[in-house]
Each structure stands twice: as structure tokens, then as C-alpha cells.
């Protein structure tokens, strides 16, 4: 529930107008709230199909699990005798439950969707009705159909990159995660000094700059200790690392 609704929908128009950081961190502690449960919901308790991007004819008009509890619905689907999926295709997957990703990822991933959300917003309209509207069916970026194949394949997690292509990486959300750090070939101290020296030449700031040189330092460093070294807010930070990820992708190892 979204307490002072008013007051954040004057926010929004004047951030539209203004583009005032102190206005956008208004918004953020107004919402924040709202979008840990959402994560918390998704990533704890919401289940997704296998065949999320490519359900029979009989899926689609399925009124079985209506019956049922949620703890049942994997049975359900798998016995069902007229369904004409692929047989690895059948059933749900939790986030957490399969260990696919980290709370933080999700938050990160929706985050991105919320600001993104703000940017698109037309001021002439209410926000609120908006805001719920766009997120209502809103799953992560990551779950792309070579995600959901890697699952029921049971290849080993991989990672997915901007393009939605998958690399064989640690997993990672398409927008607002955490930035791979597994930029450095650490068999050749030779080969790592001129991938150091492109790397810096790819950021574009002093905040970019100073990031990159933390996670060398510490590849465990997480968002919430960089945003106490640079003094900013987290959903700055994951911003930042975006954009740092997809001009260092060329450098993440294969």
C-alpha cells in the first residue's frame, strides 16, 4: 500500500521537470518499500513455468491449478494427460528456490524497471495507476527463453549478457546487477596489465573510475559498501554499474 500518493506523484512531475537528484531520492525512499515486497514476493514465493515463452494450447486455457494448492501445482502440471508440452518443459521454478539468482539481483533488476518507469511517465496522467499497471506482470530481465532452456537442460547456470545471450558465467540480471568482476585473465599477470589499462580507458567518470578500481581490490565488495565509499545512494550505483557492464562486456571472460 502506497501511503501519500499525492505527494509522491508532485515529486515525480517536479523530478520530470527538474531532474533534481534530491527530488529522485525523495521518490526512492517513497518506493522503496513497495519494491522490496515486490522482490520479496518474486523471488521467495513466485512461481514461473518452464514453458513460460512457449505453452501448448492446453496451458493456455488450463483452469487445473485453480483447484489446487500451490504446493501441488509441479505434480499437477507434470501428470496433466492432455497437455502436449515437451515432458522437460512441464512445471514451475522458483527463483530461490533453485538457487538462480540472488534477492539482490531482483531488486537491482526491478529498480532499473521503477526509474525507468518514472523516465516514460507522462505527467498528465496518474502515477500511481501507471506505476502498478507496468509492473503488475513484471518478471526479471534475466529470465530470457536461454535461461529457462539452460534449467531444464540442466546445463550449468550461465550468465546472461545484455544482448540476452548466455555465456558460461556466474548469473547475473540483464539490468542493474551486480557487475561481473571476472575481468582479468589472473593465469597471465603479462596478459592483465593491457586489459587493466582498456578497462580504465573504457569509463567515462571518476565514479566509474573509482568502481572498477574497488572491485579489483574486492571482487566481493557489494553495492552498499561502494555507496558508503562514494557516498551515494544504491540505486545510483547500480545505475552506474549498467552502464560499466555493458561497455566492459568484451572484457568478461569466456
Known amino acids: 500500500m502506497i501511503k501519500n500518493k499525492k505527494e509522491l506523484e508532485q515529486l515525480v512531475k517536479d523530478y520530470k521537470i527538474n531532474k533534481s537528484d534530491t527530488t529522485f531520492n525523495q521518490i526512492y525512499k517513497i518506493l522503496l518499500p513497495i519494491v522490496k515486497r515486490k522482490t520479496t514476493y518474486i523471488y521467495y514465493k513466485k512461481l514461473y513455468h518452464y514453458n513460460l515463452y512457449n505453452p501448448c494450447s492446453e496451458c493456455k486455457r488450463c483452469m487445473k491449478l485453480n483447484k489446487v494448492p500451490k504446493s501441488e501445482y509441479n505434480m499437477t502440471c507434470k501428470e496433466c494427460e492432455i497437455c502436449t508440452c515437451n515432458p522437460l518443459e512441464r512445471g514451475f521454478f522458483n527463483l530461490y528456490e533453485q538457487g538462480l539468482c540472488r534477492w539482490e539481483e531482483v531488486f537491482n533488476d526491478l529498480w532499473i524497471r521503477v526509474t525507468k518507469i518514472i523516465d516514460n511517465y507522462d505527467i498528465n496522467k496518474p502515477f500511481i495507476t501507471y506505476l502498478i499497471a507496468t ?120
Open 135 to 254: 509492473l503488475w506482470e513484471w518478471r526479471p530481465s534475466f529470465l530470457t527463453k536461454k535461461f529457462i532452456k539452460s534449467i531444464t537442460t540442466n546445463k550449468p547456470l550461465t550468465y546472461i549478457n545484455d544482448d540476452g545471450d548466455t555465456d558460461e558465467e556466474e548469473i547475473s540480471g540483464e539490468e542493474g546487477q551486480e557487475m561481473n568482476t571476472n575481468v582479468i585473465d589472473e593465469s597471465s599477470e603479462e596478459k592483465s596489465r593491457p586489459v587493466l589499462q582498456d578497462i580504465f580507458k573504457e569509463c567515462k567518470t571518476e565514479n566509474e573510475v573509482k568502481i572498477c578500481k574497488f572491485y579489483l581490490e574486492n571482487q566481493n565488495i557489494t553495492e552498499e559498501e561502494l555507496g558508503q565509499k562514494l557516498k551515494m545512494t544504491k540505486q545510483n550505483i547500480s545505475l552506474i554499474l549498467h552502464r560499466l557492464r555493458k561497455r566492459l562486456k568484451k572484457y568478461l571472460t569466456k
